[in-house]
């Protein structure tokens, strides 16, 4: 089996989790796009739903399926987001942002009620950091901004290469909401919540790819077939 049937099963076990009337998170990338393709199949079955997309390649893969889309402006909360991730930890932390959708993904993770993230079994890591890690950032001062990062990094004790991230055309890739990506290739990140708190605090930083605390849920698909696993609650909750 194919990684695109893997993913294709990961978003066809998190539609099963969708009931009429939802408001829903709809993320970005190749396992997201899956999700919508199936989503669409299912509004044009009947079912009433209503998406916010994370990026402008997800409006318009919502909008050729046929799914009615809506804002964050709009409305007040989601009942569910379905997302992919680039790595996943059995905290359920999360590295996204591969495909540049991060603060986006965020903000929509952020208004729901629930996060399922849906991948094949590769995504699955002891640690994160292999994947590297994005921080979209301001362009202004971007010397500035990469010499807080590089601190940032030292005080949490990873380190790495940090790259601006060029665009298919050779020029730099500019997010949906203007900025700019640098790509650090940490290997190994041993405390990604500290770290995140860390990056949070850097003026030239809009949003970082360390999702954490957000997923609740993970949908795995491999060659054994499907796993959910599900976010461990700390004591006292």
């Not at 009931?19 to 669409?40: C, N, P, V, W, Y």
């Not at 360390?210 to 054994?224: H, K, T």
């Amino acid at each position: 089996m194919d990684m695109d049937q893997l993913k294709r099963q990961a978003a066809a076990r998190a539609l099963e989790e969708v009931r009429d009337g939802m408001q829903l998170g709809l993320g970005t990338g190749s396992t997201a796009k899956h999700f919508i393709e199936l989503l669409g199949e299912r509004v044009r079955a009947g079912l009433k739903v209503i998406g916010v997309p994370t990026s402008e390649a997800t409006r318009q893969d919502a909008m050729r399926c046929g799914v009615p889309l809506t804002t964050l402006d709009e409305i007040d909360h989601l009942d569910v987001t379905i997302d992919g991730a680039d790595e996943i930890d059995p905290e359920l932390n999360l590295i996204k942002g591969g495909g540049g959708a991060l603060l986006r993904e965020k903000i929509v993770a952020a208004a729901s009620d629930r996060m399922i993230v849906i991948a094949d079994d590769s995504k699955w890591v002891p640690t994160l950091g292999r994947f590297p890690l994005p921080v979209e950032v301001i362009p202004f001062g971007l010397g500035a901004t990469r010499r807080a990062i590089e601190k940032a990094f030292a005080e949490c004790g990873v380190s790495g290469q940090m790259a601006v991230r060029k665009a298919r055309d050779g020029h730099v890739f500019v997010t949906d909401g203007g900025h700019w990506i640098v790509d650090a290739q940490l290997e190994r990140i041993v405390d990604p919540p500290g770290l995140a708190r860390a990056l949070s605090t850097i003026p030239g930083v809009v949003e970082h790819g360390l999702f954490i605390g957000l997923a609740s849920s993970a949908v795995l698909a491999g060659g054994e077939g499907i796993r959910v696993i599900e976010r461990r609650k700390p004591k006292g909750d």
